[in-house]
């Protein structure tokens, strides 16, 4: 988990509150990525940001939206939450350009729960 | 639908044995890498290991790769304790660069 910081580490929600899960790194890395993962299952690509500036979604955007404010940090926001989000959220970093084929660097997790 | 499936899904061992795991995968991969997963934790990269590669070894870690299957494995000699862990397959496709599509793992407890 060198060099990628989440917070914050837990959260539980009401259903329908916000929130914003924030991602830091400090690698230097070019994309930036936000997986979900739920029990018995593998992580599953939410959005993510292949460099500064550019975001695109994965395989289950929909109730989140995210933000590339800089190289350094990628956030992901749940708008209005419900039950169905409550998972544990995953911030990973790779190094290289768009469409590279680098190993992945993950976050710690941030455990959410919504009520 | 998941890219990749490991097999099996949970794997329970003695500490100095062999520990084997299997992925399979559906579509065409530009690589595909295994990571670790300790309880409560992020996951750590293994290896990876390319399309036109057959066999990687980094240390006590074996994968093998058979295109033709769509299908790899991973192998963990002289397990320790401290291997106990998720264990995750994930591709990378030739369509979907910079993406990994993960498995749902394989648990695997090494008992002293």
């Known amino acids: 988990n060198a060099g990628v910081t989440q917070t914050p580490k837990f959260q539980v929600l009401k259903t329908g509150q916000s929130m914003t899960l924030q991602c830091a790194q400090d690698?230097?890395?070019?994309?930036m990525y936000w997986y979900r993962q739920d029990p018995g299952m593998g992580l599953r690509l939410i959005y993510y940001?292949?460099?500064?500036?550019?975001?695109d979604k994965g395989e289950v955007p929909n109730g989140y939206n995210v933000s590339r404010l800089n190289k350094r940090e990628f956030s992901l926001r749940l708008e209005s939450a419900a039950p169905s989000q409550t998972s544990v959220y995953f911030c990973a970093i790779s190094g290289g350009l768009a469409g590279s084929t680098d190993t992945q660097y993950f976050g710690p997790g941030t455990r959410l729960t919504v009520l | 639908s998941q890219q990749g499936e490991e097999d099996p899904q949970a794997l329970s061992i003695q500490e100095g044995e062999n520990a084997t795991m299997n992925c399979s995968y559906k579509t065409s991969i530009n690589n595909l890498q295994w990571y670790r997963q300790n309880s409560g934790r992020g996951l750590v990269h293994l290896i990876l290991?390319?399309?036109?590669?057959r066999e990687k070894h980094s240390g006590r870690l074996r994968v093998t790769l058979d295109t033709s299957k769509k299908s790899s494995s991973l192998l963990i000699t002289a397990s320790r304790a401290a291997d106990t862990a998720s264990y995750f397959c994930a591709t990378m496709t030739t369509d979907s660069w910079g993406k990994l599509q993960f498995g749902a793992g394989t648990q695997v407890v090494v008992t002293p």
């Open positions: 940001s292949a460099s500064e500036g550019t975001t």
């Open positions: 290991i390319r399309s036109n590669e």
């Open positions: 690698m230097n890395h070019n994309s």
